[in-house]
């Protein structure tokens, strides 16, 4: 075979394939989300898109030459462990989007990401190769890096499937909220009118289906909104993964 499976029977370096895909989840599906929030939401260009994802990167980066001086004073289960409390409160603090987010609300949270996503790595490789032999090193490497890949690649297509069906379902429930709630039509005539006057074709339109127009442009809004914000917040709870395997880690013999 092209690679050996009998890697798998190391309890540790198993559990480090599953930490990976983890880590896979927790950093590549909001690297996609974000993107697409700004690009549809905010309707910010690619390069402005770039320097808001790019705070993820550069702290990653600057945290980088300290991650081998905390992996030798306080060993590679406190640095997953740290690195997924990092991640875990970056993601949270993205699960509360609002139509109004933008560089400076999205700083911090990426910044916790950053690093806590270079903690977990750094711990996670040196935990799931610490028992293997020399002469399997490039054969779990390889193993490993494919797992990563694998799971970085599924993760963003689940949460295309999740943000496609979740939208839908919440774009559901914010019609059914309007159509009960003639208050909420009423003040969101009043608050559209004003975008309505400055464009022609559609300012000549009977007042009534201009009211549905935005009320439905509102709603397809906020539901993308929800949506990103749910699949944060369960990204959040699949982040703990890692810490609840540590117990089952071997220990080192020293």
Do not use: H
């Not at 933008?102 to 916790?112: R, S």
């Amino acid at each position: 075979p092209i690679i050996d499976l009998k890697i798998f029977g190391d309890k540790n370096f198993l559990i480090g394939c599953v930490n990976v895909i983890v880590f896979g989840i927790i950093i590549y599906a909001p690297i996609f989300l974000l993107p697409v929030y700004l690009g549809e939401v905010r309707g910010i260009g690619p390069w402005e898109i770039g320097i808001m994802v790019s705070v993820m990167g550069m702290a990653s980066m600057l945290i980088g030459p300290f991650v081998g001086i905390l992996l030798n004073f306080f060993g590679p289960k406190l640095l997953i462990i740290s690195g997924c409390l990092f991640a875990i409160v970056g993601t949270w603090q993205l699960s509360f989007l609002t139509s109004e987010f933008g560089f400076e609300e999205l700083f911090l949270p990426q910044v916790l990401r950053g690093i806590g996503s270079q903690l977990l790595w750094i711990g996670n490789q040196y935990l799931a190769m610490q028992f293997v032999l020399q002469s399997g090193v490039q054969n779990a490497a390889s193993v490993f890096n494919l797992v990563l890949r694998g799971g970085g690649a599924v993760s963003i297509a689940v949460a295309n499937i999740f943000l496609e069906k979740l939208s839908i379902i919440s774009y559901g429930d914010i019609s059914n909220t309007i159509s009960n709630g003639p208050q909420i039509i009423s003040g969101i005539k009043q608050k559209m009118e004003g975008i309505f006057s400055s464009l022609p074709m559609i300012s000549n339109l009977d007042p009534n289906y201009k009211t549905i127009i935005a009320a439905e442009m509102l709603g397809q809004r906020e539901a993308f909104i929800i949506a990103v914000n749910n699949i944060m917040f369960i990204i959040v709870w699949i982040a703990l993964i890692p810490i609840i395997l540590i117990p089952f880690c071997k220990k080192e013999v020293k």
